[in-house]
């Protein structure tokens, strides 16, 4: 595999449109965190490869960073040894919304043995497409609750939104309800760039309106002229590869420079991820200030 590595990803630059172009100029590199990618972007392929394979796959892709959990198949001790061997690190894991609101202390007690920084819940409990004030509320209380257990444990707690949460509500909407009633000193935020837009909102004016609030990002990229809801949901194949949709991602990314977001994760939630993953790490380095 380490020898198709270079030659594809010569191909993958050669083949970003005029658009990826023109946000290319002279200067220092505008992807300036370490490259990191989200678990669940393997999620047909931990089986199919074994950990061994994907791991060996994220190794060679130049990535340095994974969010995730200990797959099937190895014990959380194994699993941190083969991390190790191949110089990739675990700084983020996630845990449902369920698991936190009946025992968040042993979701830190995971987090810790992962030897995880972050913790992430990606998902509050709704009926699809009518997120309301009761669930937000919900939300807001098992998120103090459980961002203070884990603060109190060395751990950061975040919450990945998921696009669902921007129904309006009074003269805003129910994202930026949940986000003044939770605890900045106890409750964080992942920007999932897709899912944002996909809900109607702006991901760089989010990271501007919010500032330190938000610790690390998803990127991915939503296929130009895809149809748009309040669900959180849409098929893979409105996940397209980075710079080949209709996020403006190099407004996001200066903003997060001038914030100084340390991490952030490509997650490829197509059925091609073995070939989007590659090329999305093509052009993001292929930006430049």
């Known amino acids: 595999m380490k020898k198709l590595l270079l030659p594809l990803l010569m191909i993958c630059m050669a083949g970003l449109n ?40 994220i190794q060679e892709m130049g990535i340095t ?45 995971k987090a810790k043995a992962l030897g995880a920084s972050y913790v992430m819940c990606a998902w509050i409990p709704h009926e ?34 998921h696009g669902y949460e921007f129904q309006p509500y009074e003269d805003e909407t129910l994202f930026e309800y949940l986000v003044e009633n939770t605890d900045e000193g106890y409750v964080k935020l992942q920007l999932d760039v897709m899912w944002a ?13 919010y500032g330190n609030r938000w610790v690390s990002l998803h990127l991915k990229d939503l296929r130009k002229g895809a149809p748009k809801d309040l669900t959180g949901l849409t098929g893979p194949e409105n996940d397209v590869v980075l710079g080949s949709g ?11 420079n001038r914030l100084g977001i340390k991490h952030m994760f490509i997650e490829d939630e197509s059925e091609e991820e073995l070939e989007n993953l590659p090329k999305s790490i093509a052009y993001l380095k292929s930006l430049k200030y």
């Open 197 to 209: 837009h996909f809900g109607g909102a702006d991901p760089a004016a989010l990271l501007k309106k």
């Open 246 to 256: 209709e996020i403006d991602l190099v407004s996001v990314l200066k903003e997060v």
């Open 65 to 109: 960073e994974l969010e995730g959990g200990t797959p099937k198949g190895v014990s959380t001790e194994e699993f941190l040894v083969m991390l190790k061997e191949r110089g990739i690190s675990l700084p983020s894991t996630g845990a449902s919304f369920e698991e936190l609101e009946k025992d968040p202390q042993a979701v830190a007690d």
């Open 128 to 161: 699809v497409g009518a997120f309301s004030k009761e669930d937000a509320d919900r939300a807001i209380k098992v998120f103090n609750k459980a961002g203070k257990v884990l603060t109190e444990n060395g751990l950061i707690f975040k919450y990945h939104i």
């Open 18 to 57: 005029t658009t990826q172009v023109s946000a290319q100029q002279n200067g220092d590199p505008l992807y300036q965190a370490p490259l990191g990618v989200q678990a669940y972007t393997f999620r047909n392929q931990w089986e199919k490869m074994g950990v061994d394979g994907v791991l060996n796959f």
